[in-house]
């Protein structure tokens, strides 16, 4: 699908954030992971939420459905053998679903999703389901990938890189009480500290505590059974970060609702990122309120702590004046997209002055704004439809979005709310 989104003046309204993507991801698995009937109000309706249920009912879960919640009988320590399943375009769902194999005789993963989620590496939590004797096949670390299990397990200690991602070990602590507790050390680096922060969080909502040690990025997890548990998923800050940098970028007055300053999302850093940018916001409650319009000062962004709102920050320094530097986002790579290489190659496609590294990149800011009308090709990449719609708006021609429908993997109502503050978004091709 090709989406126009064209230049604006201004925006105005209220927006509820939706749902957290990160946090429904959790609330569902540790749900289906838990004996006993579990509810999960207010989860997110995206691709990838949509993809877990699919296969947490292939493994034997039970689901219904009312308004605004879900109720989930989980399979607990027994996942039915579901002989082949498909995570979708999800890479949590499926360093999820990975784990799970260790709990099975056999089970294949396959995608469609070759170019994207096909692309992203899982070599790293291969590695450490082989080092507790599963038996796995794959290609070069890549999908497709057959697992058959380990019970007992070989060890009950084992190692990990962070480098990637850390949703590798997010996918062995929460499969770890079920396995009888594992003690897991991450090596290398963690890539992004706030995701398993908010693992951590779902998994003692649900009854199990791990012990922590971060400076040496140890964790110790005791072996027992998840509780069953009411959990209610917050908004979602990486989405929210979108509709704020397109505020930012014009005079407007814009409030996002649903956002809740206590949870464990490291994108909400982008609030006190914003206001040193030079724009202005009030926090009252769980409602955010920016009014945008103000001239912007390029100030470095550090992204290992907000991962998922780099983009749209980075949105924002294209127009900001001078040079923004995003550091410590090397794992930007290996997203839907590689983040930093092909984002670059559009932004000069607009005329943007970028420089781009592995680990890090640099952006020349014109206030001035730029002039459109070509086409961008997003990659399959949610983050990056969302991001050049923004782009969009402070263009003199306006930009054609390619492969616009995958801002279903997280935002499925992300055009439709954008025109509701006042932004021109036409569909031309389905």
Request: charge should be neutral; aromatic fraction near 8%; proline fraction near 6%.
């Amino acid at each position: 699908m090709k989406v126009y989104v064209g230049p604006a003046s201004s925006l105005q309204g209220e927006v509820r954030a939706p749902s957290s993507k990160n946090y429904t991801s959790r609330y569902l698995w540790v749900s289906a992971l838990t004996e006993g009937q579990s509810i999960v109000y207010f989860p997110a309706q995206n691709d990838d939420a949509l993809a877990l249920l699919s296969c947490c009912r292939r493994l034997g879960a039970k689901m219904s459905g009312e308004q605004d919640l879900i109720r989930i009988k989980g399979f607990g320590q027994k996942p039915l053998v579901p002989g082949t399943l498909d995570p979708g375009n999800g890479g949590l769902i499926l360093r999820f679903l990975l784990a799970i194999g260790l709990f099975l005789p056999e089970v294949k993963f396959v995608t469609k999703h070759l170019d994207s989620l096909g692309k992203r590496p899982q070599g790293d939590l291969l590695k450490a389901l082989r080092d507790l004797g599963a038996e796995v096949e794959d290609v070069d670390g890549h999908l497709p990938i057959t697992i058959r299990g380990a019970r007992p397990l070989k060890r009950r200690d084992v190692t990990l890189s962070g480098l990637v991602s850390s949703q590798f070990a997010t996918a062995l602590l929460m499969v770890a009480p079920l396995l009888g507790g594992l003690s897991l050390t991450i090596t290398d680096q963690l890539s992004s500290r706030p995701p398993l922060a908010t693992t951590l969080q779902v998994m003692r909502e649900a009854g199990v505590k791990t012990k922590v040690d971060w400076p040496n990025l140890s964790f110790e997890v005791p072996g027992g059974q998840y509780q069953p548990g009411e959990y209610r998923v917050p908004g979602d800050y990486p989405a929210a970060s979108a509709l704020l940098a397109a505020a930012a970028l014009l005079p407007s007055e814009v409030t996002l609702s649903n956002l809740y300053p206590d949870d464990q999302q490291g994108e909400k850093k982008i609030i006190p990122y914003l206001q040193q940018l030079g724009a202005k916001l009030v926090t009252e409650g769980n409602q955010l309120k920016i009014i945008g319009g103000d001239p912007l000062t390029a100030v470095d962004f550090y992204g290992d702590q907000a991962i998922d709102a780099v983009l749209s920050m980075a949105a924002i320094a294209c127009y900001a004046k001078g040079v923004t530097r995003f550091l410590r986002v090397g794992n930007l790579r290996w997203k839907e997209s590689d983040r930093i290489r092909d984002f670059a190659r559009e932004l000069k496609k607009i005329g943007v002055e970028i420089e781009a590294f592995n680990d890090h990149f640099m952006i020349k800011g014109n206030p001035g704004g730029y002039e459109g009308g070509v086409e961008i090709d997003t990659y399959q990449d949610h983050r990056m439809v969302m991001t050049f719609s923004v782009l969009a708006l402070r263009t003199r021609k306006g930009l054609m979005i390619k492969d616009a429908e995958h801002v279903s993997k997280s935002y499925p109502t992300f055009f439709s709310d954008l025109a509701s503050l006042g932004a021109t978004v036409k569909v031309i091709a389905s």
